[in-house]
């Protein structure tokens, strides 16, 4: 079975930048679509940006467009979210998940990654 890992969080300043990595075992990559989202402490998750994997096509939520880049290495078995002109509003735990079919809403994923904290601090 697939099993979904995020790395690339962390801490950054206001302004800053980071880009977010999921990266599939024990499958590939190329057939799914993936799809980030976002998570604050008590809050519903909210959904970022998917990429398909059949036309490759980006989709993204309007809070994030112009700042957010949504990408894929298939040969790397490896999706990336590339976040610029971070705010503190911007701080939560984000996943990815990733389906054969398009999702953009929560219950879309069939499978997630553990989650990885992004935290922007003044």
């Known amino acids: 079975q697939a099993h979904f890992v995020e790395s690339g969080g962390g801490l950054v300043q206001p302004g800053g930048s980071l880009r977010l990595s999921c990266t599939v075992s024990g499958g590939t990559l190329d057939h799914y679509t993936i799809g980030w989202f976002r998570q604050a402490p008590g809050g519903e998750r909210k959904w970022i940006a998917c990429?398909?994997?059949?036309?490759?096509?980006?989709t993204y939520a309007d809070s994030v467009k112009g700042r957010f880049t949504i990408s894929r290495d298939d040969v790397k078995n490896t999706a990336y979210l590339q976040m610029n002109n971070l705010t503190p509003e911007d701080t939560d735990v984000y996943y990815c998940a990733a389906n054969l079919e398009y999702f953009e809403s929560p219950n879309g994923g069939r499978f997630w990654g553990q989650g990885t904290q992004v935290t922007v601090y003044s």
């Open positions: 990429i398909r994997g059949s036309t490759k096509s980006e």
